[in-house]
């Protein structure tokens, strides 16, 4: 079975600086997908960016971009610029079927003014 | 477009009564998911639909978890006989298909659920 995990509970940072969030997974599988989800206080969850397990090129999304270390199987999250708004749960989440997503525990970022 | 919706966005109950939860998909989304989230479990995958048909529902907690869906398009998670364990949030995403490990899932605003 794939694990996930975030082995940052919290984490803080100062508006306007850079932050990186933690993850690491585990499966035998060699074809397949990981997200950061962003989840605020609405409950909302909303995908931040995904990452193909056979690209070697780390996915960005404007401030937003990726460490994925295949080898390693680790997929880090770096915000850049972080701004009040980026305050949430992220979750980092593997997919490798046709099923649902393995979700890590979470890290709450804040994000202090 | 509209997005995902579930009814209702809060659910409190009593110890032993059954519920019902509702999620309208994306339209035209022929995957639709269910998870749980739980301070003590995290989030949790429970069951998925392709269509209509739910391949795998050994993610259910218990028996007393029951899924539908008709028409490919609205799904309903029922809880019998409810217990204080099954408080939590019941988030639901679809996607486009399922057999696309990529596709994202856009997830509902989630409905809480608190049985006293």
């Known amino acids: 079975a794939q694990t996930v995990t975030q082995s940052q509970p919290e984490m803080s940072v100062q508006e306007a600086e850079t932050v990186t969030l933690s993850c690491t997974y585990d499966?035998?599988?060699?074809?397949?997908?990981l997200f950061w989800y962003k989840q605020p206080p609405s409950r909302q969850m909303i995908l931040v960016i995904r990452?193909?397990?056979?690209?070697?090129q780390n996915a960005t999304e404007n401030r937003f971009s990726v460490n994925f270390q295949k080898a390693a199987k680790s997929f880090s999250l770096k915000i850049s610029d972080s701004q009040l708004g980026d305050a949430a749960m992220y979750f980092c989440a593997y997919s490798g079927g046709a099923d649902g997503l393995t979700f890590g525990k979470g890290t709450h970022l804040i994000i202090q003014p | 477009g509209a997005g995902v919706s579930q009814s209702p966005s809060n659910k409190v109950t009593e110890k032993g009564k059954d519920v019902e939860l509702r999620c309208d998909p994306i339209s035209g989304h022929t995957a639709l998911y269910w998870y749980r989230q739980s301070l003590g479990q995290g989030l949790e995958f429970l069951i998925y639909f392709q269509g209509n048909s739910a391949p795998d529902k050994s993610g259910l907690p218990s028996d007393r978890f029951s899924a539908e869906r008709t028409g490919g398009s609205v799904s309903t998670l029922t809880i019998q006989r409810t217990q204080q364990e099954d408080s939590a949030v019941y988030l639901c995403a679809s996607s486009l298909a399922s057999t696309g490990k990529s596709y994202e899932q856009y997830f509902g605003p989630g409905t809480r659920l608190t049985v006293t």
């Open positions: 499966t035998s599988e060699s074809d397949y997908y």
């Open positions: 990452q193909e397990a056979y690209k070697q």
